[in-house]
């Protein structure tokens, strides 16, 4: 079974990559989890955030928002004692601040659901790839989502991390065609 060659580092990117990686979410718990952990893996490999999925989950109250804007000073120091999470500050405070940005938003536009799918027009950007050479880094509609996140205070959201979000929670799909999971109808 052939797949994006990226995924072959090891299993735990496999199974990430066979049941996860370009299926559309919409649910705004997990597209906050999946902004945050997307953001943690700045300067890191995705198979260590990977690694430390579950630890983020029990450490962040499974990322629930109210919950996690709620955080106060105490808790952000708890956190940067966890070993289960990258213990960065900043990325540690952007959570809780991307938390309350997400509350606004939810406000403001029904669901954080409707406004990061928005980029997209609300529709998956089903690619054609057949080299991961080929996959941008960035595109008009990352650049477009970072400015606009970036303009409301968002942190850990350059263009390059929001295409990463955007391929991860299926606003685009980038599967090589070569993939076995290329053309799988997943839905909107």
């Given at each position: 079974m052939e797949r994006c060659s990226w995924a072959n580092v090891s299993e735990l990117d496999q199974v990430?990559?066979?049941?996860?990686?370009g299926v559309p979410v919409h649910d705004d718990r997990e597209l906050?989890?999946?902004?945050?952990?997307?953001?943690a893996q700045a300067g890191l490999s995705w198979t260590t955030i990977l690694k430390k999925r579950e630890g983020y989950r029990e450490a962040f109250?499974?990322?629930?928002?109210?919950?996690?804007?709620?955080?106060?000073?105490?808790?952000?120091?708890?956190?940067l004692t966890n070993p289960a999470i990258v213990r960065n500050k900043l990325k540690?405070?952007?959570?809780v601040t991307n938390a309350n940005l997400v509350l606004?938003?939810?406000k403001e536009f029904g669901s954080f659901d409707a406004y990061v799918w928005s980029f997209v027009d609300g529709n998956?950007?089903?690619?054609?790839?057949?080299?991961?050479?080929?996959?941008?880094?960035?595109?008009?509609?990352?650049?477009?989502?970072?400015?606009?996140?970036?303009k409301r205070g968002f942190k850990f959201v350059g263009s390059t991390i929001c295409y990463a979000?955007?391929?991860?929670?299926?606003?685009?799909?980038?599967h090589m065609t070569s993939c076995f999971r290329y053309g799988?109808?997943?839905?909107?």
């Open positions: 990430y990559h066979d049941t996860e990686w906050f989890e999946m902004l945050i952990l997307e953001g109250d499974h990322f629930d928002i109210e919950t996690v804007a709620a955080y106060d000073d105490e808790k952000i120091a708890e956190l540690v405070n952007g959570t606004d938003i939810q998956p950007i089903i690619n054609h790839w057949e080299s991961m050479s080929d996959v941008p880094a960035t595109t008009s509609e990352s650049d477009a989502m970072s400015k606009a996140m970036k979000y955007m391929q991860a929670t299926g606003m685009v799909n980038d799988v109808d997943v839905g909107k």
